[in-house]
């Protein structure tokens, strides 16, 4: 019998749809097709590969008003944040386009008499993405677009709570050309992306939790094959005595709380210089308070639901031991009731690193804010983890300022700013935040291998 994925949304609750989901036979059998098709698709000229993408793209564009709505109403995005990321995804694949072909270009690296020597860039082969669902199009096409451009084939397992996105994703990009053996997906939960970790693979590109992640490098350190995971963080944020609070605090709180706090690179940890530290949080307050949650269908909306209803547990338990260790809580610390996952934006002061708070990844719209006495002690505690996705310092001086995020353990790190991604940047993480990298054109070569050539004239 066929296994079903059911969809429903988390803002109300709602069946939405029923998938087939994908056996272990037809994971087997949509990898030795992604096999087979490989070769022809590589073999494709560079011009004809990019000319798909550019489809792609207008497609993206000719469908924003379904792809969005789909998006929103399988995990509980604001109506206005699905349509930024749809629109957020132009530029990166704009920047892939622009830059494919010159990064993957031979590279002659000595040439004497009748010997040469050239490094060639040639596809990994068959690369499987399995995908966190907080931003389906942007951490899907982060790998998908180069990989395909690079002459990939590619087995897409997008998560079960954004399969439907996966579905428009795969759908279009063979609208576009890409021939349906090179772009595969597969529906399912954990199961299917577990089956796919049996199959024959040159590649392995994972975005989702640390957890998750641990156990794809268990499973396929035998078999030696590429891996790259992009994992959770526990961003801080450093607010020096200079900074305007006011600026820095209405920043912050859209870093702490857009996509519902759902981002990997949500401002997750904030310390605040004491002698700024009450202004910050009485402007932090008003922001907070200004953010309409509610409907995310209705434009107006700026915290939507909690996609995975698990986390509602993950966040009253990191508001309850925080409480019960002396936290000052301002607004929220609790759920809202339902139908649907809500969690009201929480607030909370007066925190230390004994709380899970502060140490654990919170991924919803609640924040801690700790107030220190020097630059030595705000470089300490936000290098107190064991994650390093970004971090990020507000203050006037910007020398101090480079000084400080050079001792920041981060994979990218933020002046005047936060939970901020750049195509033309490596995404990247230290710690237990990941390895490997996406974005930036050492994200194009991420899916090629370099292959030595030593050429002798006779
Ligand atoms: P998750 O680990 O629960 O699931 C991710 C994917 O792994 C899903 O497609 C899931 O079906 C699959 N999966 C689950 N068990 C598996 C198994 N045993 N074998 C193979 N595949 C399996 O994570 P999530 O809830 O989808 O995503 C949230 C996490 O992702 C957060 O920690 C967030 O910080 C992180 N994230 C990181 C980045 C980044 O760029 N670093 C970006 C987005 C999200």
């Known amino acids: 019998m066929t296994p079903t994925l059911t969809i429903h949304n988390p803002a109300t609750g709602e069946l939405i749809a029923e998938l087939p989901a994908d056996t272990a036979a037809v994971v087997a059998a949509k990898a030795a097709a992604a096999r087979a098709a490989q070769p022809a698709w590589a073999a494709v000229p560079m011009a004809e590969r990019l000319g798909a993408i550019q489809r792609f793209r207008a497609l993206l564009v000719a469908e924003q008003d379904t792809l969005a709505a789909t998006l929103t109403a399988e995990m509980g995005k604001p109506i206005a944040q699905a349509r930024n990321e749809l629109n957020g995804l132009l530029p990166r694949i704009d920047f892939f386009l622009e830059q494919a072909e010159a990064a993957v270009r031979d590279e002659p690296v000595f040439a004497d008499g009748g010997l040469q020597e050239t490094i060639s860039h040639i596809p990994l082969g068959v690369v499987a993405n399995i995908s966190a669902w907080n931003y389906p199009y942007f951490v899907g096409c982060n790998v998908i677009v180069p990989a395909l451009l690079t002459g990939n084939a590619v087995l897409y397992k997008p998560s079960e709570h954004a399969s439907l996105s996966g579905r428009h994703i795969t759908r279009l990009l063979h609208q576009a050309g890409i021939p349906a053996a090179v772009m595969q997906l597969l529906v399912g939960g954990g199961e299917v992306g577990a089956a796919l970790l049996d199959q024959r693979i040159d590649g392995l590109f994972f975005t989702g939790s640390h957890a998750t992640g641990v156990r794809i490098a268990q499973a396929l350190a035998p078999k030696l094959v590429k ?12 607010v020096r005595a200079d900074a305007n609070p006011q600026a820095a605090a209405e920043s912050l709180a859209d870093g702490a709380m857009y996509n519902t706090g759902q981002s ?33 269908m209705d434009a107006g909306t700026y915290i939507g639901a909690i996609t995975r209803a698990p986390q509602l547990d993950v966040l009253d338990g990191q508001v309850a031991d925080a409480l019960a ?20 934006p929480t607030v909370l002061t007066n925190v230390h690193h004994g709380m899970a708070l502060m140490r654990e990844e919170s991924f919803g719209p609640i924040i801690g804010i700790q107030k220190v006495r020097s630059d030595e002690e705000a470089v300490t505690l936000m290098n107190d983890s064991r994650y390093g996705l970004t971090a990020g310092i507000f203050t006037r001086d910007e020398a101090r300022a480079r000084t400080l995020l050079a001792q920041v353990n981060a994979g990218s790190v933020y002046w005047n700013c936060c939970d901020r991604v750049s195509p033309r940047l490596p995404w990247s993480g230290h710690g237990d935040s990941g390895i490997g990298l996406t974005l930036s054109t050492h994200g194009i070569l ?12 006779p």
Do not use: M
């Open 227 to 238: 891996l790259q995971l992009e994992l959770g963080g526990k961003d801080p944020t450093y």
């Open 264 to 296: 990997c690179c949500s401002v997750e940890r904030i310390y605040v210089d004491e002698r700024i530290h009450d202004a910050f949080v009485a402007h932090f307050l008003a922001t907070v308070a200004g953010f309409k949650l509610g409907d995310p």
């Open 325 to 344: 260790q002396g936290a000052v809580l301002h607004c929220g610390g609790h759920r809202l009731a339902g139908p649907g996952n809500w969690y009201a």
């Open 446 to 457: 991420a899916f090629t291998r370099p292959k030595a050539w030593h050429l002798r004239q």
